[in-house]
């Protein structure tokens, strides 16, 4: 896995139907609607995101983790 930052991050969200809902301090509220329920995804806007938060986003978007690679 390559290091990515938070802005990155949330730019690879976006393009897979994730839309910023708000922004509290360092965090970005990321969040998509699915049929029953709504995945919603924080994303810390740092520089550098560490392995195991950047893990954590991947395994609560659902998407795969291709598309972060």
């Given at each position: 896995?390559?290091?990515l930052?938070g802005?990155?991050v949330?730019?690879?969200?976006?393009k897979h139907?994730?839309e910023?809902?708000?922004?509290?301090?360092?965090?970005i509220?990321?969040q998509?609607q699915?049929p029953?329920s709504?995945i919603?995804?924080p994303?810390?806007?740092?520089k550098e995101?560490?392995i195991?938060t950047?893990?954590s986003?991947?395994?609560?978007?659902?998407l795969?983790?291709?598309?972060f690679?």
């Amino acid at each position: 896995m390559r290091t990515l930052s938070g802005k990155e991050v949330c730019a690879i969200l976006k393009k897979h139907g994730f839309e910023q809902v708000r922004q509290r301090g360092s965090h970005i509220i990321m969040q998509k609607q699915v049929p029953g329920s709504t995945i919603t995804v924080p994303v810390p806007d740092h520089k550098e995101l560490r392995i195991g938060t950047l893990m954590s986003i991947i395994r609560q978007s659902q998407l795969d983790r291709s598309l972060f690679a």
